[in-house]
């Protein structure tokens, strides 16, 4: 096996020790990183919006729209990761503008709620409602709802799949693609074959999937309810195209795999990517690598095909 990027591995060092045990040090911990101010990206312009949950309180939703570009652009879901106990819009600011460059559309990052304090299914019933809200959003909202997909990583990704059952199940929105980066789209009894998974290259291991499924799902018990494992629905037919992509070094590889592969047993249309020798989240992790560069231009080139917006990559990273 090859060595790890330096820049990548460089960047997974320097991130705060994971321990999903404890959810709320972990937020802490993770906070840091958006806690120092960091200069606008010049290359999009931002704006929060607040969608009015139905009990009446308020959902974040911060879009990045490429400067660059004028009319009712694309529109691009993002949910974070972070196990549904961490992560925020803040964290993720540099990400989806670099993404909104990338695939020329306005990208709307929702600060969806989080486990322990806001078990399953808070997070994804925010995350259905702000991808509701962005499609019925008028036209002078400068992007077009009827040009939509959804995108996560890690939990983020799975929340991306659940969006994109519901929308299914419940008559919602239409959408163009839905992309799932390292996702974690499998409950309990699975165990990778065949490897060890060590922290200092694969960020989540094996260990940590108990304690972030006993976060998320709190007391809704056995079976595990409909949304929360897109990969226990006995239905996946009818859904939106799909990009995959699967880190070599994650421990979630195989069930993302698979999840894929199912997919396109229902009669859906998937692109598969293995990325080998990277750990789960290398993208996000290690942006400016050059395994990152590539791999973010190419699910953005299908994001552009999808939505049908022309690529504007040259004011993307050197």
Request: glycine share 8%; hydrophobic share 45%.
């Amino acid at each position: 096996m090859s060595a790890v990027e330096p820049e990548i591995a460089a960047a997974l060092a320097a991130l705060p020790v994971i321990d999903f045990a404890d959810p709320v040090a972990q937020r802490a911990a993770f906070q840091e990183l958006a806690a120092d101010p960091v200069p606008p990206d010049p290359r999009v312009s931002t704006q929060d919006h607040s969608v009015v949950r139905p009990d009446g309180s308020h959902l974040l939703v911060r879009s990045y729209r490429p400067r660059e570009l004028s009319g009712a652009l694309p529109a691009v879901m993002w949910f974070h990761g972070g196990g549904f106990v961490f992560g925020s819009v803040d964290v993720d600011d540099f990400y989806c503008a670099e993404l909104a460059v990338r695939a020329g559309a306005v990208v709307l990052s929702v600060e969806y709620r989080l486990a322990p304090e806001n078990p399953f299914p808070a997070g994804v019933e925010d995350c259905y409602l702000a991808t509701c809200w962005a499609a019925g959003r008028p036209a002078d909202a400068h992007w077009d709802g009827a040009r939509l997909a959804v995108a996560g990583g890690s939990a983020g990704g799975n929340l991306a799949a659940a969006v994109a059952l519901m929308a299914r199940d419940r008559g919602g929105p239409r959408l163009a693609l839905q992309v799932l980066l390292c996702p974690a789209v499998q409950g309990e009894g699975r165990e990778p074959s065949g490897r060890v998974y060590e922290r200092a290259t694969s960020v989540v291991v094996p260990e940590d999937n108990p304690h972030i499924l006993r976060h998320y799902l709190g007391s809704t018990g056995k079976p595990v309810p409909r949304y929360a494992v897109p990969s226990a629905d006995d239905d996946l037919s009818g859904l939106p195209p799909a990009y995959v992509l699967v880190a070599g070094l994650d421990y979630l590889r195989e069930s993302g795999a698979e999840y894929a592969l199912a997919l396109d047993r229902a009669g859906v249309s998937v692109e598969l990517h293995l990325v080998p020798d990277v750990p789960h989240g290398f993208d996000a992790i290690a942006i400016t690598a050059p395994t990152s560069r590539r791999t973010i231009a190419e699910y953005c080139g299908a994001l552009v095909k999808a939505l049908g917006q022309p690529a504007t990559s040259t004011a993307a990273l050197p």
